[in-house]
Structures are given as C-alpha cells and as structure tokens.
C-alpha cells in the first residue's frame, strides 16, 4: 500500500487505491490491504521512568481494510472502504499509550495548574484522579480507536462521476490531509509534525458522519467535507457540526496548497478551527517540505458535562451539599474549559530522499502555544528506512523532544500516542527499530 505522500494524499481523499489482493473480480472487484508494523520502541523522560518495549505502528499504524469499486456505466463507479485499526504486538483495537496510559500533562491534572482555588482546591483530592482517567482515555480514543468501532479508520461509500467524487461515511478531514501531504515524514514515527501537538489533539484527523466531495484535474486536487453533529440528545444542527476543504496543485518539480477545518463542539459553540499552509519543492534526489498551521479552539469539545459530574459526585456532595456542590462543579467547568482551550502556531520543515532502496528523513518542528501555559514542544530527528521489498522494510528511528515552560509532550509512533513526561519543562528521546509489511 503506498504511504500518505502528495499523491497518496490526494488518492485517500478520492478513495483510489492500488494495492492489496484481488479477491472477485466480475465487472467488480473488493480488494484486501493492510499494514503490519511492528518494532521494539524506546522513550526516556517519562513519568513512569524510560519506556522500553515492543509497540504497533512505529512508522505506520496497523491496519485491516476491504475496498472495492464497481462500474456501473457511462463513467459511473461505486466506490467503498472498511478500514479497521489493531495493536499487532497484542492483537487488540486499543489505543492507550503504552509508556503512559491515561496519563495528562500537569497543567490539566492538578489543582494548581488547573487554577482550582479555595473549596475547589479542598476537595480536588477527592474527584481530580477519576476526571483525569476519563479524560486520557477520551483523548486516546479520540486519535486512535473509537472503543465500540470496528472500522474506526475509515468507513465510507460513495460514487466516482464524470464530474467529481462524493463519499459519505468515517473520513479523513480536509486540513489533516493536506498538513500529512506537506509533512516530510508523511505522518509516519515519532518524527511526524503532528507529534508534537497531539494532548490536546490539535488536528481532528478523522471524522464520523462526514459527507465528501472532491475533484481531481490538470494538476490540482480539491476537496469540501460536511460533517452531521448527530450529538446524543440535541436536535440543533449546529451542534458538533463540521465542514472542512483543501486545494492542492502539483506542477514539475513543485507542490503548494491550503486546508481549513472548522468543527462546532456539543453545544454548538465554535471550536476546533485549523489553517494549514503547505508546499514542497524537488531538490536534488528528494524533497523539501514545509508547512506552516494554525489551531485556535475557544470552546473545547466533550468536556461540557465535567461541572455537572462534578457536582453531582456523592463524595462531593457529602463533603459539601447540594449548594457547595454546584458550586464547585462550576469552578471545575470553566477550570477545564479554560485548561483545553487552544492557540497555537505549528511549523515544519524536512527533507526526504530515496536513493534505491535507503529512504532518510530529517524534520524539525515546533508548537509554539500562545496561551498563558506556554506549553511549547519542538522536536528534530532522523528516520531511514531499508526497502528489503516493494511490500518489506526495515525502519530506525530517532527523535528528540524539546519541551519548555509547562510543555510535557512524549515522541509515541503513527499508530499510538507517546504519553507524556516527567514534570514540564523535562525533554525526551524515542529510539525506535521495527519492520513494515505492507499487504
């Protein structure tokens, strides 16, 4: 299966795919494909001490996926994809981190750093742990697998046409395609821009309930996504509502484009919204990449029912009341509001070539967070990889973390998150061997 490069980017957002075993073929055809990925994976710096032990998705995350594409005439064609995600080191559909499981930077998990005074400050003891549990295990499932998903990949149907695509279903976003297409390591290991920027998640990567169209012509690739809130309980069309569109040209030698993200949050507030400005230019046996995002989020999204818990916590309320309770409940509310809110600039810049069968990347990036917590994170590396085959590899990785002030972020991997370190302000480094199957 081909990597998320330019091209391959533009090929996910049309839902062209080339790889894979052919299992019929009349007058239509359902292909397999997958990933397996697996390797030893090292990560110092964290708060469980150093990390050393075998992990899923060191380069790419492992994969599962069917589609298939049927002619139905006059330059019609029926498209589908079912993509499922799994652990191969265990065989599970889990995404918690294995160096730090359900574990929060400082700044959203202790009453100090969460801005909790007075009575708050109190009974913090008493209700921060199961909030903060919760809330890693939310973000885990968030970036990675839906617990209750069994294609939490991708999921979509759609029809090909004489004017363009449309897909509806469980997509990558707009923006997230194009920053994976300006993005040197194309996502891939701990060296990948989005590392950086991913507690909170910066970028919603993909989405359920989306509805896709996208052309392709002359060099340009173009795409505009709406996606339906269908939040539990709320009739308002505004609420978790999304839409989404990228452009991307490609001439000789060069490719430049933009990406927009803008998603509603369960109350139908204005939140996660992302910029992305990308290009590369050929440059001796491979490529310069760069590109420049921005991320804003004001009314951060699943987080609107923590005053409520709070205050109906029976440990809390024993200690307070009903009144104090409510109280405090709308300390934490606007604590947390406050905690996950984003404003942010991410830059990247990296240079990839292939020369035979040897592929090395190098990257820098940076989160520069323009919030009072200034929990900025930058990070450079190196990744080679050694084609054994068209389909087999063998990858290295090493990357280096650089967090200042109050940021806390870990290198994980494309298929997991890397946790977070010690204390912030406290630096770490991800040395990581594996081998890449691609089926």
Same mark, same amino acid.
């Given at each position: 299966m081909k990597h998320l490069s330019l091209t391959a980017a533009a090929a996910a957002a049309l839902a062209l795919f080339s790889s894979g075993s052919v299992l019929a073929q009349t007058g239509s055809t359902v292909t397999i494909y997958g990933i397996a990925d697996a390797g030893l994976n090292r990560v110092t710096g964290l708060k469980?001490?150093?990390?050393?032990?075998?992990? %899923?998705?060191?380069? &790419?995350?492992?994969?599962?996926?069917? !589609?298939?594409?049927?002619?139905?005439?006059?330059?019609? !064609?029926?498209?589908?994809?079912?993509e499922n995600r799994f652990e191969i080191d265990t065989g599970s559909v889990s995404n918690t981190p294995p160096s730090s499981p359900n574990v929060l930077p400082d700044r959203f998990t202790t009453a100090t750093g969460l801005g909790l005074?007075?009575?708050?400050? /109190?009974?913090?003891?008493?209700? #921060?742990?199961?909030?903060?549990?919760?809330?890693?295990?939310?973000?885990?499932?968030?970036?990675?697998?839906?617990?209750?998903? #069994?294609?939490?990949?991708?999921?979509?149907?759609?029809?090909?046409?004489?004017?363009?695509?449309?897909?509806?279903?469980?997509?990558?976003?707009? /923006?997230?395609?194009?920053?994976?297409?300006?993005?040197? %390591?194309q996502t891939q290991s701990s060296l990948a821009v989005g590392q950086v920027a991913s507690i909170p998640p910066a970028f919603d990567i993909r989405l359920s309930n989306t509805l896709q169209y996208a052309i392709q012509m002359s060099g340009v690739t173009a795409a505009i996504m709406y996606g339906a809130g269908e939040v539990a309980g709320s009739n308002s069309n505004s609420n978790g509502?999304?839409?989404?569109?990228?452009?991307?040209? !490609?001439?000789?030698?060069?490719?430049?484009?933009?990406?927009?993200?803008?998603?509603?949050?369960?109350?139908?507030?204005?939140?996660? &919204?992302?910029?992305?400005?990308?290009?590369?230019?050929?440059?001796g046996p491979g490529a310069i990449y760069a590109q420049y995002a921005t991320i804003k989020d004001e009314n951060p999204s699943g987080i609107s029912t923590i005053g409520s818990l709070v205050g109906t916590n029976a440990t809390l309320v024993g200690l307070l009341g009903a009144p104090g309770a409510a109280a405090v409940g709308a300390s934490y509310q606007a604590a947390y509001n406050n905690a996950f809110r984003q404003d942010a600039k991410l830059m990247h810049i990296g240079y990839k070539m292939t020369m035979g069968p040897h592929t090395i990347v190098t990257a820098y990036n940076r989160l520069d967070d323009k919030r009072p917590s200034n929990a900025d994170t930058s990070s450079y590396g190196v990744t080679y990889t050694y084609a054994l085959s068209k389909r087999t590899n063998l990858n290295a990785v090493l990357t280096r973390f650089n967090n200042n002030a109050n940021g806390q972020a870990a290198p994980g991997g494309n298929g997991f998150l890397g946790g977070v370190t010690a204390a912030p302000g406290t630096d770490s480094t991800n040395m990581a061997f594996g081998i890449r199957h691609a089926f």
């Open positions: 469980n001490g150093t990390y050393t032990g075998l992990a %899923s998705g060191i380069m &790419e995350g492992s994969r599962f996926g069917l !589609k298939g594409t049927e002619d139905v005439g006059n330059g019609y !064609k029926t498209i589908f994809t079912l005074t007075g009575t708050a400050l /109190a009974v913090s003891g008493a209700v #921060l742990p199961g909030l903060n549990s919760t809330l890693g295990g939310s973000i885990g499932v968030n970036v990675g697998a839906g617990a209750n998903r #069994l294609f939490d990949r991708q999921a979509f149907v759609g029809m090909i046409t004489p004017f363009g695509q449309i897909t509806a279903g469980r997509q990558y976003t707009p /923006a997230y395609l194009l920053g994976a297409a300006f993005d040197a %390591s509502r999304f839409w989404g569109a990228f452009a991307m040209y !490609k001439g000789p030698g060069f490719s430049a484009g933009f990406g927009r993200n803008q998603r509603n949050n369960e109350l139908g507030q204005k939140s996660l &919204e992302n910029n992305v400005l990308g290009a590369s230019v050929d440059v």
